[in-house]
T-cell receptor
Framework: KAGVTQTPRYLIKTRGQQVTLSCSPISGHRSVSWYQQTPGQGLQFLFEYFSETQRNKGNFPGRFSGRQFSNSRSEMNVSTLELGDSALYLC???????????????FGPGTRLLVL | GQSLEQPSEVTAVEGAIVQINCTYQTSGFYGLSWYQQHDGGAPTFLSYNALDGLEETGRFSSFLSRSDSYGYLLLQELQMKDSASYFCAVRAITGGGNKLTFGTGTQLKVEL
């Protein structure tokens, strides 16, 4: 099976702009979670989508949003970018951690976003 | 909410054994996972403990004590390629399902 793919891999934006990141999960996986990784904060949970519905949300401002399509592909959007949004954005897929808590999450390579 | 604590850095020599501890505070605990991440790479799953005790997978073992809210990852016969960051993560019940909360990671440096 192909792994989790994320596009683009690298992105440079300026403050105030918006950005959309894309994630394609492993075939058959219906759950997609997004994380922000920064050197000081580690991996912080943004949100989880399952069957096109947001099932969980982390403690991020409303500028961070996401969605999931019927084919399980997911996008996240960050509006009005701030310097502090510079980070590695990772998505992870699993079949359904809601019914199988031990279900492993498989991570994509991430999108490295730099906000200038 | 959830919080996890793990050492920020550990150094060990090739061939040695190293233990990375993780303590957590959470409600609705499901289990404790461990992930490895090499510089520039994606986190990869190592192990998962839902019940007390030791789980062994090759050179890696993971332990959980639910009553102590504590777990550890044990790496044996260290190799240079084990130099990476190791994250513990708690899976806990939330409103609509469950989510994974990660610790800030332990950077393991393996030296000759």
């Amino acid at each position: 099976k192909a792994g989790v793919t994320q596009t683009p891999r690298y992105l440079i934006k300026t403050r105030g702009q918006q950005v959309t990141l894309s994630c394609s999960p492993i075939s058959g996986h219906r759950s997609v979670s997004w994380y922000q990784q920064t050197p000081g904060q580690g991996l912080q949970f943004l949100f989880e989508y399952f069957s096109e519905t947001q099932r969980n949300k982390g403690n991020f401002p409303g500028r961070f949003s996401g969605r999931q399509f019927s084919n399980s592909r997911s996008e996240m959007n960050v509006s009005t970018l701030e310097l502090g949004d510079s980070a590695l954005y990772l998505c992870a897929s699993s079949s359904d951690p809601g019914t199988s808590p031990q279900e492993t999450q498989y991570f994509g390579p991430g999108t490295r976003l730099l906000v200038l | 909410g959830q919080s996890l604590e793990q050492p920020s850095e550990v150094t060990a020599v090739e061939g040695a054994i190293v233990q990375i501890n993780c303590t957590y505070q959470t409600s609705g605990f499901y289990g404790l996972s461990w992930y490895q991440q090499h510089d520039g790479g994606a986190p990869t799953f190592l192990s998962y403990n839902a019940l007390d005790g030791l789980e062994e997978t090759g050179r890696f073992s993971s332990f959980l004590s639910r009553s102590d809210s504590y777990g550890y990852l044990l790496l044996q016969e260290l190799q240079m390629k084990d130099s990476a960051s190791y994250f513990c993560a708690v899976r806990a019940i939330t409103g609509g399902g469950n989510k994974l909360t990660f610790g800030t990671g332990t950077q393991l440096k393996v030296e000759l």
